[in-house]
């Protein structure tokens, strides 16, 4: 089976800054890709390159079968993308923005009222559809942003930060429809730095400075930090806690996180005696102190602090 | 190939975008009528009914016979009769007179005696347009006057008239009132072409890149082309409304005559449309920031097309390197082709260099554009 999308070795620098460097991944079809990283990562440079929208410095990626760099005009006609900023026009209604979408993704005559309907439904905006879409709330405008990309019923969705600005409830109601974009064959590619998204991905690539230091499913991601265990630490004064912790053998890492600490050690059982021990010694009172599974963000930390040790 | 599907959906919204935003559609239609009204009704390049204080030293029939004349003269208003040069000076001072006419205390016996008498003649030349007009409107009187003097002097003394040699008979032709509103209503129609082009064009796909909707646009299957297209086609629309509105109110409110074809008179208006448009969308394409597109269109646009067109400034008087410099900007041809039409009622077998100077400037503006957008999506 081909790949929705196969990248090798993709390059892209501005000037003296690489913003992507050296990155080769691939998304099979009907797959919720996740790109994982924070801001300035080169997700969305990844994506806009991905999307025929910026030329790559050197390296080659496909999408759908096509070559980006020699076949941008046919990625357009099978991808949908939705860019940070939901770009739609404020000033039109939520009906106008949809026939603009529908025209110029050159959907057919005689299907657009149905499509329209879809994604009016979709979106839940069949009350609101001769609202200005200035009016319209952060959820709302996302799920209509999305609806437009989709118009065409493209096989391949690239959302880049489709959540960003939006309240959970409405972030929690846009993947439900992912879901279902993905139940129906679509393949979805879609960057966020929320971790908690992550976990709703088929398989995720974590993107730091330009390169993918980490992929696979979540549930794969996370063993990756097996050898060494996840302790919760929570006590009455984190701050003090933390620097006793910290210098103590058999500690990797400690973790400011909520309300208590996360400790990543090497080995659980006897290190967790030495922090009862030194708290103890210093008469900080241990509320709960107990091994635990870790979640995305701490997969994500350990990785990024094993890759600033290698570079340092 | 282009897409009529994708440049109908661009050209829609685009007419929506304009139809719902009242600040381009003051730009577009509320601003050129105010220019048209307040061009109309206030510019008068006309110098008539000049103020003029009178101070007579000499008191006698003949002094009063030659502020008879002056009184007669529809370009001279009297404003009063002095006794001494302080409310002259104080009155052009003020602004109040334009003029002063001073007669001296010998004038009467100096005409009488068939001497050679002077009168002092001060004007206000702080605007030097108006002050060259009245001196020659004043030259032109008292030198008329005093010729019938000499030539009645030697008529009584010969006992049979003199004619003067030669008598100009004068016929203005194709503005035969002189009036400025004649010749500045139809050159109006090119600044207000440029407004359209210059300042709503200009705007129109900067606002896409700052909005963050071109990236958008450049993910799906519509082409630069197409947008720029449909765009064009909107903005087209709205220049053809404001041009409709200008030759109606041009000829219906203010009586300019429109003698010429007004076929020819839309084909050559289409295509400084065009030319405009282009340039318009070439700023917005080179900017992506609506504030230097807007700039950029008023020093590039819209100023030329006020200064160095001869709409109101007549290029001729201009310094030889000005001169030089209003050849490139369309809307010196295009006022040509507008006074042509309007006022002298030619055609193309007398306009067609202006003609082809707007093609011109349209095909090279055509490839400008295309080439800057392309250049910066790619």
């Known amino acids: 089976m081909s790949h929705a999308v196969e990248v090798e070795r993709l390059v892209k620098r501005f000037g003296a800054f690489t913003a992507v460097d050296d990155v080769s991944f691939q998304v099979a079809k009907g797959e919720i890709f996740g790109f994982l990283g924070p801001n300035g990562a080169g997700k969305s440079t990844t994506i806009r390159m991905l999307c025929g929208l910026l030329g790559p410095t050197s390296g080659r990626a496909s999408v759908g079968g096509f070559d980006v760099a020699t076949e941008p005009e046919r990625i357009r006609e099978n991808i949908g993308y939705m860019s940070q900023k939901f770009s739609l026009y404020d000033d039109l209604t939520v009906a106008e923005n949809i026939d603009f979408f529908a025209g110029v993704y050159g959907v057919a005559r005689e299907r657009r009222p149905e499509r329209k309907a879809y994604v009016l439904k979709m979106a839940n905006l069949e009350e609101r559809q001769n609202d200005l879409t200035r009016q319209l709330a952060g959820g709302w405008k996302q799920r209509l942003a999305l609806g437009c990309a989709i118009l ?45 998204e992550a976990e709703y991905c088929h398989r995720l690539a974590l993107m730091y400075r330009g390169r993918i230091i980490a992929m696979g499913a979540p549930g794969e991601l996370k063993r990756q930090l097996d050898g060494h265990g996840l302790l919760r630490l929570d006590s009455a004064d984190p701050l003090e806690t933390m620097r006793t912790v910290e210098s103590l053998p058999g500690v990797r890492d400690v973790a400011v996180f909520g309300g208590g600490l996360h400790v990543t050690v090497e080995e659980p059982g006897p290190v967790m005696e030495r922090i009862r021990e030194a708290l103890g010694a210093r008469h900080l009172a241990v509320r709960r102190l107990e091994p635990i599974e870790p979640s995305m963000e701490d997969v994500f930390v350990a990785l990024i602090e094993a890759e600033e040790r290698k570079t340092a | 190939m282009i897409s009529f599907r994708r440049t109908r959906a661009v050209f829609i919204k685009e007419c929506r975008h304009i139809l719902r935003d009242v600040r381009s559609l003051i730009m577009a239609l509320a601003v050129p009528l105010l220019m048209l009204l307040l061009f109309g009704f206030a510019l008068s390049l006309d110098v008539d009914r000049i103020p003029t204080l009178i101070y007579d030293a000499d008191r006698t029939a003949a002094s009063r016979e030659l502020i008879e004349r002056l009184a007669g003269s529809p370009y001279f208003d009297i404003k009063g009769y002095v006794d001494t040069y302080r409310p002259i000076e104080a009155g052009i001072d003020r602004g109040t007179v334009l003029m002063g006419v001073a007669i001296p205390r010998d004038y009467g016996k100096r005409v009488a005696a068939g001497d050679r008498a002077e009168v002092q003649i001060l004007i206000d030349g702080s605007d030097s347009n108006s002050a060259a007009i009245a001196m020659g409107y004043v030259e032109s009187l008292v030198g008329n006057y005093s010729f019938e003097l000499r030539s009645d002097a030697l008529s009584r003394k010969a006992g049979r008239r003199f004619e003067p040699p030669i008598d100009p008979r004068l016929r203005v032709w194709y503005n035969s009132t002189l009036q400025s509103r004649n010749y500045v209503v139809p050159g109006l129609i090119a600044v207000i072409i440029m407004i359209i082009a210059a300042l709503l064009t200009s705007l129109t796909i900067a606002r896409e890149w700052e909005m963050g909707s071109m990236e958008q646009l450049l993910s799906t299957p519509l082409r630069p082309s197409e947008l720029v297209a449909g765009k064009m086609f909107a903005f ?29 008179l839309a084909g050559t208006a289409s295509v400084f449309l065009f030319g405009a448009l282009f340039w318009g969308i070439f700023i917005s394409a080179a900017t992506r920031s609506q504030l230097m597109a807007y700039q950029i269109g008023l020093i590039t646009s819209f100023l030329p097309a006020f200064l160095l067109s001869g709409f109101v400034y007549a290029i001729e008087n201009m310094p030889a390197p000005i001169q030089v410099l209003s050849h490139i900007f369309p809307s010196r041809y295009f006022v040509t082709i507008l006074k042509g039409i309007f006022l002298k009622g030619v055609g193309l077998e007398v306009l067609w260099p202006q003609a082809l100077a707007l093609v011109i400037y349209m095909a090279v503006v055509f490839m400008l554009a295309t080439s800057k957008l392309r250049q910066r999506i790619a």
Do not use: C, K, N
């Open chain 2, 236 to 264: 087209f629309l709205l220049g053809v409304a404001d041009m409709l509105m200008a030759v109606g109110v041009g000829v219906l409110v203010f009586g300019v005559p429109l003698r010429g074809s007004i076929v020819l």
């Open chain 1, 152 to 196: 065409h019923e493209p096989p391949i969705l690239f959302l880049d930060e489709p959540t960003s600005g939006v309240d959970p409830i409405a972030r929690r109601a846009f993947w439900d429809l992912i879901y279902q974009l993905s139940a129906a064959g679509r393949t979805v590619f879609v960057s966020t730095h929320y971790m908690d």
